[in-house]
């Protein structure tokens, strides 16, 4: 298969990197000295190509060749423990259509882009964006555990932000003289991809901002490898005066298996607020039923569902859309069927907008 210089740059720092770094397949790769040899070596050990996963889950390798054009623009990545909750055999899977890439990523379709909220606009300085009023993020690394064919991030400029505790410095003294910052989002990427001492350290700077009182992280590493959930996350998570909230993005029930609810249950017991964030999805969780039992589920292991997202228009992830109408539908019949602490609030990020916008 011919490979883009991108992809081929991928691809030899995943040769190089099985000896001293996890591979991620995003821009850059993270440096394993870990305390948690078990959730890197699951890393290390994800499928990176199509017809390796088309192989180990029975499907045809015409899917595979199918795949071979979105996986030039963003490559494979499935960590073991995901691959076991895909059905064998099962074309129209939910995980398995979030993570092998489709015919269609390589459309041109308008109305598509590389940057569909407009992070660029929202950049303070590499590293650090913010949207929203009292909120910063930090854009701590663009490693993930996963790839999800539908990630608004698929063509963010991860090479821009810091990538060193020193780097992070600037970042931090920015939220430092905003007074008005009272919560600090850890996003990517994928935080929880960074060791626990590099995290531990940069909390620790940040809880010594007096105007900041939450810290919230965004993170799917808790569904896909579910060994992520450390003794040490959970130190620098909840040991010190910042009001820890944990959003995991789950969009299916069938990811929430119980080791998934162990790991949950290990934040839950630490005191951290757990919340759900779904994007709709077309085929794989754009009926009544998914939405019911995804819902349900989140409530069984103690998961609030917070947030059923409108797709963001990233190129490559047009086949993934619900139209807007669709999903009012949706959530029509939610409220028929679940109490109201199960309805998550249909939204829509809309880029230059001071908060996100309520569908539904
Ligand atoms: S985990 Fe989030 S940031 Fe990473 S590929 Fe998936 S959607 Fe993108």
Not at 18 to 33: E, K
Not at 215 to 239: C, Q
Not at 316 to 331: I, S, T, Y
Request: hydrophobic share 45%; aromatic share 6%.
């Amino acid at each position: 298969m011919k490979m883009s210089p991108k992809a081929q740059k991928l691809n030899l720092l995943g040769l190089l990197g099985n000896q001293v770094s996890i591979l991620t397949g995003f821009s850059r790769s993270v440096r394993a000295v870990s305390d948690s040899p078990r959730w890197q070596g699951e890393l290390r050990d994800a499928v990176r190509d199509a017809g390796e996963l088309c192989r180990r889950l029975q499907l045809p390798q015409e899917l595979a060749l199918g795949a071979s054009g979105g996986a030039e623009q963003f490559p494979v990545f499935v960590p073991p423990s995901y691959l076991a909750r895909i059905k064998s055999g099962d074309i129209r899977d939910p995980l398995l259509l979030q993570v092998l890439p489709d015919r269609g990523e390589t459309k041109v379709v308008s109305g598509y882009s590389s940057d569909p909220v407009d992070d660029a606009a929202a950049s303070l300085q590499p590293g650090v964006l913010q949207k929203y009023q009292g909120r910063a993020l930090l854009v701590t690394t663009g490693a993930c555990a996963v790839h999800c064919r539908y990630c608004f991030r698929r063509h963010f400029p991860y090479e821009q932000s810091p990538h060193s505790d020193a780097a992070w410095d600037a970042a931090i003294a920015s939220i430092a003289a905003d007074t008005s910052i009272r919560e600090v989002i850890l996003s990517g990427g994928d935080p929880l991809m960074l060791v626990d001492s590099r995290l531990a350290s940069l909390v620790e700077k940040i809880t010594a901002i007096a105007h900041v009182r939450w810290l919230r992280v965004h993170t799917r590493l808790p569904i896909m490898v579910p060994s992520r959930v450390t003794k040490e996350m959970l130190a620098w998570l909840t040991d010190g005066r910042l009001t820890p909230v944990v959003v995991i993005h789950a969009n299916h029930v069938q990811e929430l298996d119980e080791l998934v609810a162990h790991s949950l249950s290990k934040l839950k017991l630490a005191g951290v607020t757990l919340l759900n964030q779904t994007v709709l999805l077309r085929g794989v969780n754009n009926s009544v039923a998914a939405q019911v039992a995804l819902s349900e589920r989140l409530i069984d292991i103690g998961v609030v569902p917070y947030y059923l997202h409108q797709l963001d228009r990233v190129t490559g992830a047009a086949h993934f859309e619900v139209p807007v109408a669709e999903g009012r539908r949706l959530m029509e019949e939610l409220r028929k069927q679940l109490p109201g602490y199960a309805v998550p609030r249909y939204v829509q990020e809309v880029a230059g907008q001071p908060h996100k916008l309520v569908l539904a």
